[in-house]
């Protein structure tokens, strides 16, 4: 997936946009505060969804301008305070390999650099972007806030219903992923049927992520997670892959997370799982307006399906 997304023009973008991200982070009026922000941004991290915020814009026959570069820094802001909020529900001590800001500098400092870190975002896309990506952005952290609340709702559920999972995850993970390519959308001033159709791939690809991230929280080893296996299960988080697994035999899910977690690895659940995702990975394909560009439209096409293998090939070294 690095390499169909490490292409001339997505990699010319990503400099600008780290760039901005690093400003913005960086612009408060309190040393303390950009200090901490600086920490999450430079831990590391893919940098995905502002990738996916160029490529569309390419998509759409646009090089990204600097409306698109602080849009896609803003949907990475959106990211990276996010992740400051659910490392703070977690009690979480390591992200991205380093400590996190809770770990680091205490609860009290974290929250409220995350929540500077969302405002600034929010601030930047209305000052330096447009009205209307603004508009796009505040109802996506609506949508992360809800998405995750519905999943502490949940917590320790065993009735929770695939449905409700779904719900939670197109809200704390896809909804960012849409609106990483609909602002793009917006910029470049595509048709409305053209922006819906970007935004239903950037949510269908958002769900596969999430719903092969919680695979592998089941599947993948320890070194490569930076925390245990079964994670979510010790949170007391059933999701998507989980519950469909109870759905075909409940007794899969034991008091005991160790016995859970050996259970769930007795059933089909790894390939019911990525059989679910190239689903999902075909409806996104689907989505997708026409794209005159040839090598746009390869990592367009290719991405779903790219991130499908690369996390099958992970399962699979697992087995062997
Ligand atoms: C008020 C915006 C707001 C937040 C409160 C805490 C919260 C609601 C939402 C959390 C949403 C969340 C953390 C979803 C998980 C998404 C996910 C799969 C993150 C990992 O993304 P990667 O792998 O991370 O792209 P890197 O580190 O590569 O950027």
Redesign the pocket.
């Known amino acids: 997936m690095d390499e169909l997304l490490n292409t001339p023009a997505i990699a010319h973008g990503l400099r600008k946009v780290e760039t901005r991200i690093r400003r913005l982070a960086g612009s408060s009026a309190l040393p303390g505060i950009n200090a901490g922000a600086d920490r999450i941004i430079t831990a590391?991290?893919?940098?995905?969804?502002p990738a996916l915020t160029l490529a569309t814009s390419l998509a759409f026959g646009k090089t990204p301008d600097r409306r698109v570069i602080t849009a896609a820094a803003c949907v990475e802001l959106?990211?990276a305070?996010?992740?400051v909020?659910?490392d703070l529900?977690d009690h979480a001590m390591q992200?991205?390999g380093a400590r996190t800001l809770n770990a680091e500098l205490g609860e009290g400092k974290a929250l409220v650099i995350g929540d500077f870190i969302?405002a600034r975002a929010g601030l930047a896309a209305i000052t330096a972007v447009s009205r209307p990506v603004a508009e796009v952005l505040a109802a996506t952290?609506v949508e992360?806030?809800e998405?995750?609340f519905l999943e502490t709702a949940d917590q320790f559920n065993r009735e929770r219903t695939v449905e409700s999972a779904l719900r939670s995850i197109t809200g704390?993970?896809a909804a960012l992923f849409r609106a990483s390519c609909l602002v793009a959308a917006i910029c470049a001033h595509a048709s409305d049927e053209d922006r819906a159709r970007m935004a239903l791939y950037g949510e269908r690809f958002g769900l596969i992520?999430?719903i092969l991230?919680d695979l592998l929280d089941l599947t993948a080893p320890t070194e490569r997670l930076g925390k245990p296996a079964g994670n979510d299960l010790r949170q007391g988080v059933y999701t998507l892959p989980v519950l469909r697994a109870m759905a075909k035999d409940p007794s899969v899910l034991h008091d005991d997370v160790d016995a859970t977690l050996a259970a769930l690895r007795e059933t089909t659940i790894v390939g019911d799982t990525l059989e679910h995702c190239r689903g999902l990975a075909s409806d996104a394909l689907s989505a997708l307006p026409v794209i005159h560009d040839r090598d746009i439209a390869a990592i367009m096409y290719g991405l779903p399906t790219a991130y499908i293998d690369h996390v099958e090939r992970q399962t699979l070294t697992r087995a062997s």
């Open positions: 590391g991290g893919k940098r995905l969804r959106i990211h305070g996010s992740l909020h659910d529900m992200r991205r969302l952290v992360l806030a998405g995750q704390k993970t992520f999430q991230d």
